[in-house]
Nanobody, 126 residues
Framework: VQLQASGGGLVQPGGSLRLSCVVTPEAARTYVMAWFRQVPGKEREFVAANRWSGGSARYGDSGKGRFTFSKENAKKTIYLQMNSLKREDTAVYYC????????????????????WGQGTLVTVSS
């Protein structure tokens, strides 16, 4: 499985950005997909996750109420819609996947994921 993230860039505080992650060749229904972010010198931080089969997405504390996880089966793509962006949202954002059928309680753990995209840089600055 290969993951290709895109959509990062420079945005002003209060602005919006949508990240995309294409899954190749495809994600099975049992897959769990996630977004993490990382700032240099800090650990990777959980942002959002959901099963490819659907259901309620889980969110890390930093993005609750501002970020939305979604997917488009036909395009084999997951998205992270980020609204009301803050300077502290500046980071490299990674998409991740696992085929292990993990339980919801560990969806926020980076160690739960086996496949990682290359990351896309989001910079929130005026």
């Amino acid at each position: 499985v290969q993951l290709q993230a895109s959509g990062g860039g420079l945005v002003q505080p209060g602005g919006s950005l949508r990240l995309s992650c294409v899954v190749t060749p495809e994600a099975a229904r049992t897959y769990v997909m996630a977004w993490f972010r990382q700032v240099p010198g800090k650990e990777r931080e959980f942002v959002a996750a959901n099963r490819w089969s659907g259901g309620s997405a889980r969110y890390g504390d930093s993005g609750k109420g501002r970020f939305t996880f979604s997917k488009e089966n036909a395009k084999k793509t997951i998205y992270l819609q980020m609204n009301s962006l803050k300077r502290e949202d500046t980071a490299v954002y990674y998409c991740a996947a696992t085929a292990r059928g993990i339980i919801q309680g560990v969806m926020g753990d980076a160690d739960s994921y086996d496949y990682w995209g290359q990351g896309t840089l989001v910079t929130v600055s005026s």
